[in-house]
T-cell receptor, first 117, second 113 residues
Framework: GAVVSQHPSRVICKSGTSVKIECRSL??????MFWYRQFPKQSLMLMAT?????????EQGVEKDKFLINHASLTLSTLTVTSAHPEDSSFYIC?????????????FGPGTRLTVL | DQQVKQNSPSLSVQEGRISILNCDYT??????FLWYKKYPAEGPTFLIS?????DKNEDGRFTVFLNKSAKHLSLHIVPSQPGDSAVYFC????????????FGKGTHLIIQP
C-alpha cells in the first residue's frame, strides 16, 4: 500500500516552454501532497504544500507564478513549470500523506528529472 | 541555514555489523522525525519515524533514537546487509508530521562484504 506515482519520469524541453508533472496516490486518498526539488548533491527542498480543493502554500523563495500547482482531486496533484529556464533543471519529487490511515509518514513518488535546454 | 544536519557525507560498514547514522537539528519546534532511504534517480523510501514524545522506536532491523536535549537522533541498522547500501536522509517537521519535511543532506551508507 501507500504507492505514489509520478509522470513523466524524465522530460527534456526547450527554454521558454512549460512542463506539467503529475503526482498520483494510487491506493489511498491524499488530502495533502507536497512538492520537493533536489539539485545534484543537495538535500530535498520543500517547494510547496498542496491541499485538495484549495490554493497551494509556497515556501519562501519559490515563485508561485512560475511553479503552478493544482490539486483537483484526492489522488492527483500537478506541478507546471512555466517558461522553463536551464536553471529549473532539477529532480522534482512529490509526496503524499495518508492522513486517513492514521500515520503521518509521507510517501514519495519516484521523481521526475527535468532538463531544460 | 541548515536546520537538519547530517555531518557524515558517507559511512562504510562491514556486512553483519551495526550501522549508526547520525542527525542533528537546530529547530526546537520540530516534533516529528523520519528516516528515508534513497537510491539515485528514485524517490525516498520511508523507513522509520519517531515522535518527540518518545526516545526510541524500533522496527525490525531499524531503530531510531531521539535525544531531545541534545537535538540529536540516530538510526541504527542491525545487522547491516548489502541491500542497505544507499543514501539515508534524516527529515523533520512540525505539527506532528502534518507539514512539509525539512531534510538533511544525506549520508551515503556503503555496506562492504
Amino acid at each position: 500500500g501507500a504507492v505514489v506515482s509520478q509522470h513523466p519520469s524524465r522530460v527534456i524541453c526547450k527554454s521558454g516552454t512549460s512542463v506539467k508533472i503529475e503526482c498520483r496516490s494510487l491506493d489511498f486518498q491524499a488530502t495533502t501532497m507536497f512538492w520537493y526539488r533536489q539539485f545534484p548533491k543537495q538535500s530535498l527542498m520543500l517547494m510547496a504544500t498542496s491541499n485538495e480543493g484549495s490554493k497551494a502554500t509556497y515556501e519562501q523563495g519559490v515563485e508561485k507564478d512560475k511553479f503552478l500547482i493544482n490539486h483537483a482531486s484526492l489522488t492527483l496533484s500537478t506541478l507546471t513549470v512555466t517558461s522553463a529556464h536551464p536553471e529549473d533543471s532539477s529532480f522534482y519529487i512529490c509526496s503524499a500523506r495518508d492522513g486517513a490511515g492514521g500515520g503521518n509518514e509521507q510517501f514519495f513518488g519516484p521523481g521526475t528529472r527535468l532538463t531544460v535546454l | 541555514d541548515q536546520q537538519v544536519k547530517q555531518n557524515s557525507p558517507s559511512l562504510s560498514v562491514q556486512e553483519g555489523r551495526i550501522s549508526i547514522l547520525n542527525c542533528d537539528y537546530t529547530n526546537s519546534m520540530f516534533d516529528y522525525f523520519l528516516w528515508y532511504k534513497k537510491y539515485p534517480a528514485e524517490g525516498p523510501t520511508f523507513l522509520i519515524s519517531i515522535s518527540s514524545i518518545k526516545d526510541k522506536n524500533e522496527d525490525g532491523r531499524f531503530t531510531v533514537f531521539l535525544n531531545k536535549s541534545a537535538k540529536h537522533l540516530s538510526l541504527h541498522i542491525v545487522p547491516s546487509q548489502p541491500g542497505d547500501s544507499a543514501v539515508y536522509f534524516c527529515a523533520a517537521n512540525v505539527g506532528g508530521g502534518a507539514d512539509g519535511l525539512t531534510f538533511g543532506k544525506g549520508t551515503h551508507l556503503i555496506i562492504q562484504p
